[in-house]
């Protein structure tokens, strides 16, 4: 127990990276910054923010836990907001949530059948799925007579507030969802048989099959969870904000992949830190704020995703190599 | 012909890219005969598929060593950007050769990313369809630069641009550049080696072959076609707009996997990708000129992608009962 | 749990199974059939089929034609899984282990034990601990390595020994071993070899892929040889020695003409 090396702690603990990283950058932001980013009506916000991408980012994570990849996650997260958000007026915030919740089931559900039917690479298929939706999400906009935005009356109702639309001890409620999902998907992942199965397939697919796991069963649920997470996401965003265009969601699957690298999931599977996942939410959540304060281009932050992903991606790799260099 | 001829011919990589053609054909001749066949209508088509097409042979490179290039898009935006940007401060030739240094270099910088890096190129890619998209915003500031008038008529845009022989430029230059890239494949080393890289890494491996430097190649050579088929574009129209290049990557990769490269490696073709590029082109072009929204657009290719993935699947098996 | 079979049929019975990889015809017409209580050695050089073969009834591959019977009813399906629930246990050569789990999780991999919370199933951690630790020390790994440890870090050895101690703690009716004694050290081999022995003498069915045509020939009852695909020769041990056979996997199991090899 004494002799645990920093190289065995990394190994078994893949999240130190990204919380170190979490810690330094609060720090740095705080500091140049202190009234503008800091404050508690920012921090706040930036709650709210790191609760829907981490939801979002939460699925992906699964997903990519078996190996596969849902890039797909975007345009769930619109079409979830817009079943919402057309529907709660007329039916209630529980069944319009249910409803979203089944369309992002079928997102998952299609997805998952074509990749595992037909042996497709998982990105290029939920880069078009992403594609698909995100026209069936903008004609579903342009549409006469479809309203996606909720009146005000509306807005005060219990559960339209438990679903995004009120605060619980000053946070969007959102984020206490997020909270709620990340328990019950640590307890799913570690400590159930069908978590070990996820893991198993993403650590050797053909291994886990031979002890006779149906991998294409746990693939497909991975991806319909990651749709259903996706969807209930758009819930949360389309709850708060009242309305949705047709462009919501639009980047938020390259940031959902990006908090699943920094992290410390393996892109290749069998490695899902959950508590990773949601501390390079909040990281890069909180990167997009401090742009936002400090009046930079938000253009600049389609930049830096991309190289930030880059340089997780490379960065986990070097790190793994180092801390496996030993036995 | 006899039985064992079609044989041979339906082995071809390309053969459901050359039966899908003759496909459209019989289809929109049968359906908008009037449209289809006229001229402006096959003339905008057909240069179009050039400069698609020209994207598509890259990716079709990429593909055949078993990597992808989902940044080719953003490629094309920067590179025409980046021509119409700089042409103020180079001059003409200059800025093309600018731009397209530009564009082998971030070809290089995720060969880089890749093979020292060691991550799969889907990730490195798809990070840099977003970190040059976002560039090209910064860049630009969201607004689109255009050439000033008397730069629009030096005679390199009129060569690369304009009319040669009343058929666009565009291509003539893509037709040569399928011409020479056909011999480079399938007649030199290098092309050899490259199918050998993408066949089996390993078995390539072990016979000397450098496949570090063949992805590399395989990569720069794609950016830089990404990077000639914007010059060919703004060569002939110097508008742009930020948007420049917005899912081409997919469509080219669509183009190249109807033309018959397998995303597994190894085996690929060219005018496969230029007839992928045709199909693509042209479907979109008849569904427009039928009545269909623009907005479709994005979930038509979502779905053209998706239908080309299965298919390829299909090919993949099939040809590996035929190996 | 050890099953004799019926006397009207055996316990595995292969007929005119046929198999492809894409162009590559890995078995031609193989017909073969087990019984329990018997141990069989199935040898043949690399490529023969043994390794698919084995894969075919295991569940891993499904054949183009033929027919597989377990315990007279034809199989249908070709999943692991099926094959487990039929009481087929298989220690695979290159598979069955993931790197990036613990002894404990892989030990227990599809049939973890679990305890209900509130009705849900959760994995019941004590139990997997125990009794992954006990097989482990039987196994001899080192002291210092336990059962949460991930098996990315270990040896070749501990990772076949880790098989085998899996093999037969979930014995059932056969149990097929492919190459066991890969990575092991000679005591290590003699102690596979007992048990081995062990499981055939308490009814199972026990197939044992080997290159060692002389060792396996003191253990089993009966040897299987293959060649390109095909089966070559099925003997009872006592009809051939450890030297014919060896002969036979040499030089060809068919009455073919051979060219002389000069050196």
């Known amino acids: ?327 | 012909m006899n039985s064992r001829h079609i044989n041979i011919f339906s082995r071809r990589p390309d053969f459901g890219a050359i039966v899908g053609v003759v496909l459209l054909f019989v289809v929109f001749s049968l359906v908008d005969f009037s449209n289809w066949w006229s001229g402006r209508t096959l003339g905008n088509i057909l240069q179009f598929t050039a400069i698609l097409g020209c994207i598509a042979m890259g990716q079709a490179l990429v593909i055949m060593s078993k990597e992808i290039d989902l940044s080719v898009g953003s490629v094309y935006g920067l590179t025409g950007i980046a021509y119409v940007t700089l042409e103020a401060d180079l001059g003409v030739p200059g800025a093309m050769l600018a731009a397209l240094a530009i564009a082998g270099g971030i070809g290089f910088l995720q060969a880089m990313a890749v093979i020292k890096g060691k991550i799969p190129s889907m990730i490195v890619t798809l990070g840099g369809l977003f970190a040059v998209r976002g560039l090209i915003y910064v860049w630009t500031g969201g607004s689109a630069p255009t050439m000033p008038r008397d730069s629009r008529a030096h005679w390199l845009n009129q060569l690369l641009g304009g009319e040669l022989l009343g058929i666009d430029a565009a291509i003539f230059w893509t037709a040569l550049l399928l011409i020479l890239l056909t011999l480079v494949v399938w007649r030199t080393k290098f092309g050899n080696r490259l199918l050998a890289t993408g066949g089996d890494e390993s078995s390539a491996l072990s016979r000397g072959i450098r496949t570090d430097r063949i992805k590399t190649m395989a990569f720069v050579l794609c950016s830089l076609l990404a990077g000639i088929a914007a010059i060919l574009t703004l060569a002939d129209n110097p508008q742009t707009h930020v948007t420049l290049g917005d899912l081409m990557e997919l469509e080219a990769i669509a183009a190249a996997v109807i033309g018959g490269c397998l995303l597994s490696g190894g085996r690929g073709s060219l005018i496969g990708a230029v007839l992928g590029a045709f199909i693509i082109t042209g479907v979109r072009y008849e569904l427009i000129s039928l009545g269909a929204p623009a907005s479709w657009y994005i979930t038509f290719v979502g779905i053209v992608v998706i239908a080309a993935l299965i298919f390829n699947q299909f090919l993949a098996r099939w040809a590996s009962n035929q190996a | 749990m050890s099953a004799t079979s019926n006397n009207s049929h055996p316990l595995i019975e292969v007929r005119n199974l046929d198999l492809h990889f894409g162009a590559f015809h890995a078995l031609k017409n193989v017909s073969v059939s087990f019984d329990s209580g018997q141990l069989i050695g199935l040898v043949g050089d690399n490529g023969a089929g043994k390794t698919t073969l084995i894969k075919v009834l295991s569940g891993i591959h499904k054949p183009n034609s033929g027919e597989v019977y377990f315990d007279g009813e034809r199989v249908k399906e070709f999943h692991p899984k099926q094959a487990i629930r039929f009481g087929i246990e298989t220690l695979q050569q290159s598979v069955g282990l993931c790197d990036n789990l613990s002894i404990a999780r892989n030990f227990y991999l599809g049939r973890e034990p679990i305890k209900h919370w509130f009705g849900i199933p959760f994995l019941d951690f004590k139990k997997m601990r125990e009794a992954s630790t006990k097989v482990i020390r039987t196994f001899g790994l080192r002291d210092n390595v336990s059962a949460d440890d991930q098996v990315e870090m270990l040896s070749g050895g501990e990772r076949q020994s880790i098989k085998i101690g899996r093999a037969v703690e979930f014995k059932n009716r056969v149990v097929i071993m492919d190459e066991p004694t890969n990575h092991l050290s000679v005591r290590e081999r003699e102690h596979v070899n007992e048990l081995a022995q062990q499981l055939r003498d308490q009814g199972l069915l026990v197939i044992y892929i080997t290159h060692d045509i002389h060792q396996v020939h003191k253990l089993a009852d009966r040897i299987v040889i293959m060649e390109n695909g095909e089966k070559v020769t099925d003997v009872a041990k006592h009809e051939m020695t450890s030297d014919e056979l060896e002969e036979v996997i040499r030089f060809g199991g068919r009455d073919v003409e051979k060219e002389e090899v000069t050196v």
């Not at chain 1, 069944?95 to 997102?107: K, R």
């Not at chain 1, 639309?165 to 409620?173: F, Q, S």
């Not at chain 1, 006779?212 to 319909?224: E, L, M, N, P, Y």
């Not at chain 1, 704020?289 to 880059?310: A, D, E, K, R």
């Open chain 1, 1 to 327: 127990m004494m002799n645990i090396s920093i190289r065995q702690l990394v190994r078994q603990h893949n999240e130190i990276g990204i919380i170190l990283i979490a810690i330094l950058m609060v720090t740095l932001f705080t500091t140049t910054s202190f009234d503008k980013w800091a404050n508690a009506y920012n921090l706040a916000s930036i709650a709210q923010i790191t609760a829907t991408l981490g939801l979002l980012a939460l699925g992906a994570s699964l997903v990519m836990g078996t190996g596969e990849i849902d890039i797909s996650v975007g345009s769930t997260f619109g079409i979830g907001a817009l079943a919402y958000l057309g529907t709660v007026a007329t039916i209630g915030p529980i069944p319009a949530m249910l409803l979203a919740a089944v369309a992002g089931a079928a997102i998952g559900l299609f997805n998952g059948f074509i990749v595992t039917r037909f042996g497709v690479s998982s990105l290029l298929l939920t880069l078009s799925t992403l594609l698909v939706f995100r026209g069936v999400a903008i004609a579903l906009t342009e549409i006469e007579g479809l309203s996606f935005s909720v009146p005000y009356d509306q807005r005060s109702g219990f559960f339209y507030q438990l679903f995004g639309g009120g605060d619980i001890l000053g946070i969007n409620t959102g984020f206490w969802w997020l909270i709620l999902g990340l328990l019950l998907l640590m307890a799913f992942l570690y400590a159930t048989p069908g978590g070990n199965r996820l893991l198993a397939v993403g650590g050797s697919a053909e291994s886990a099959r031979s002890r006779g796991i149906r991998v294409t069963r746990v693939k497909v649920r991975a991806f319909v969870i990651c749709g259903v997470l996706a969807a209930l996401a758009g819930t949360l965003e389309g709850g708060k904000l009242g309305f949705a265009d047709g462009g919501m969601g639009r980047l938020m699957e390259l940031q959902a992949i990006a908090a699943c690298v920094l992290g410390g999931c393996a892109l290749l599977g069998g490695r899902v830190p959950l508590t990773g996942v949601v501390v390079g939410a909040f990281v890069l959540s909180s990167i997009q704020s401090y742009l936002v304060v400090n009046g930079v281009q938000p253009q600049w932050f389609m930049l830096l995703l991309g190289v930030i992903v880059v340089t997780a991606a490379i960065s986990d790799r070097a790190l793994r190599d180092w801390a496996l260099r030993s036995r």
